[in-house]
């Protein structure tokens, strides 16, 4: 089906794009190389089965038990990014963060409460990641779920959690998916446009109309910048800092500009709420992962010297900026 050939491995650009096939390598190389699957892979067709926030070696449908074992024991040594450069969710997931996105499990259970889901929606989700708020989704029973996944192992794990034919998760990128026009009732991406360019989160805003029927609702869950009327400097400061020790482009806008960008292709905003910007924060960890969860990343990032000057930084910036940095949800209609 699909064949594989070793290429040279660069760093993805959001949560380890296209990073399947990562091969074992000597502790302390600088470079690895990865396989590429050649042929794309096509809707409901299962993904390779590496994973990059989990090690390799895993196979495409996990159950729960080996799922969490595995991401309870990160090995560094299974790729040759070092936690220096390797992108901050990415290294956080090695680390067993379950919960990546700005706002924690609050502000996407307040997301999910604002959608509405029902059994008789047809759901997509957008950047799906490991696949925690398509468990959740999946809870509430809809018609139809399908998930868009550039990653694709990340696509492997949501794969594992999705049983029957109505239930799928494609390889695609969220701007232009593929998928029919007016396909869903109800579609929503969390923590995956602050780190696309401007005209990347207007495609992006603009697939999720196409794919939503008249009526339709649409969620979002990312970082924010605060005050609206920030001065430039310091939004330069803050997306420069962001971006250097997070190794991935960070670009969040203010409140006013989340809803612009989603009014200016034709959403109508029913719902604007904010949270701390806490994604590194004892209290919101224990709260976001559990007590043992909390625990277990805590025993991670402690044992790896160079992933925990990583975790380090990254609070050291989100805390530096707290004044300027928050979560914010979004959920919109289509007229
Ligand atoms: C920070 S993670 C967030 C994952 C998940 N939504 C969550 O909140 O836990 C970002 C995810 O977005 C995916 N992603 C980024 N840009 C994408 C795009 N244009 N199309 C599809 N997936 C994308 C990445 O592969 C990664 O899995």
Not at 98 to 127: F, N
Not at 279 to 292: F, H, Q, T, V
């Amino acid at each position: 089906m699909s064949s594989e050939r070793a290429t040279p491995f660069r760093l993805p650009a959001g949560l380890g794009r296209s990073n399947s096939g990562i091969r074992r390598r000597l502790p302390g190389a600088q470079t690895f190389s990865r396989t590429r699957h050649q042929e794309p892979i096509s809707a409901g067709e299962h993904a390779p089965q590496t994973h990059p926030y989990i090690g390799n070696g895993t196979k495409t449908r996990m159950s729960d038990e080996t799922m969490k074992a595995r991401v309870q024991t990160p090995d560094l040594r299974q790729t040759d990014v070092s936690p220096e450069k390797m992108p901050g969710h990415w290294l956080l997931a090695r680390m067993g963060k379950r919960v990546l996105r700005p706002g924690g499990m609050e502000l996407t259970r307040r997301l999910l409460q604002s959608l509405e889901i029902q059994s008789h929606d047809d759901v997509v989700e957008l950047a799906p990641g490991m696949g925690v708020t398509a468990r959740m989704t999946l809870e509430r029973n809809p018609a139809s779920y399908t998930a868009v996944e550039r990653d694709e192992s990340a696509a492997a794990t949501v794969r594992s959690y999705l049983e029957g034919s109505s239930r799928r998760c494609i390889i695609g990128d969220a701007s232009e998916t593929g998928l029919d026009p007016a396909c869903a009732s109800v579609v929503y991406g969390e923590a995956m446009l602050s780190m696309q360019l401007p005209q990347v989160k207007s495609r992006i805003v603009r697939e999720a109309l196409r794919l939503l029927r008249s009526g339709g609702r649409y969620g979002i869950h990312e970082m924010c910048l605060v005050p609206d009327d920030l001065e430039a400097d310091t939004r330069t400061a803050i997306q420069h800092e962001l971006s250097d020790q997070i190794h991935v482009g960070v670009r969040p806008l203010t409140a006013a500009e989340w809803r612009k960008l989603l009014e200016d292709e034709g959403f109508l905003v029913q719902l604007v709420a904010t949270a701390p910007m806490h994604l590194l924060e004892p209290k919101r960890l224990i709260k976001d992962e559990g007590l043992a969860g909390a625990i277990r990343f805590a025993w991670n990032v402690a044992r790896h010297p160079a992933a925990r000057h990583g975790v380090f930084r990254m609070r050291r910036i989100f805390r530096k900026w707290k004044g300027h940095l928050a979560a914010i949800l979004l959920v919109a209609r289509k007229p």
